[in-house]
């Protein structure tokens, strides 16, 4: 039995648009993905704090308050601190093209314009994070992440957006 592939969408800061957020959430869901979505306003520490008690393989960030330079920058250096920096972090807002050259540098896998079909960012996420199957191996990067455990917070709403039977 293959596990399916887990995906975390955040909205870090102080930007109140979540509909593209809860959109992309939607179509991943539909797609057969796990997605869990920590919801508006969250800090980078919270966010990864959830990716790595999920265990996630994704994170997807939308940022459309212009902090991209600071924000993803920030989740980068928490999930290597975290010993995490091997979870993909994508993105999805209006990011110009100098920055998206500057932080894909930094590492920050793929990032998604306004606009972007969904199925381009589902297609992107299954052939860049692999099925997980009973062998525990991850698509072309070998094992999959376990990563540090964290002690559970109250303070880190996450919603889990599933197929409704």
Avoid at 14 to 34: Q, W
Avoid at 45 to 59: C, G, K, P, Y
Wanted: proline content about 4%; glycine content about 12%; aromatic content about 2%.
């Amino acid at each position: 039995m293959e596990r399916k592939i887990r995906v975390l969408v955040g909205k870090p800061g102080l930007d109140g648009h979540d509909r593209g957020a809860k959109v992309v959430a939607a179509a991943l869901r539909d797609a057969g993905m796990e997605v869990i979505y920590t919801g508006l306003h969250q800090t980078c520490e919270s966010i990864v704090d959830a990716a790595i008690q999920e265990d996630v393989q994704v994170v997807g960030l939308s940022i459309l308050s212009g902090a991209h330079m600071t924000i993803l920058p920030r989740i980068l250096k928490l999930l290597k601190t975290r010993k995490a920096g091997d979870m993909i972090v994508i993105g999805g807002g209006i990011i110009p093209a100098d920055d998206a050259k500057k932080l894909e540098k930094m590492g920050v896998r793929r990032l998604f314009g306004p606009g972007t079909p969904t199925v381009e960012i589902v297609d992107w996420i299954r052939a860049n994070a692999g099925k997980v199957g009973k062998s525990g191996k991850v698509g072309k990067s070998g094992k999959v992440p376990r990563h540090q455990t964290v002690k559970k917070k109250k303070a880190t709403a996450v919603a889990r957006w599933r197929k409704k039977k």
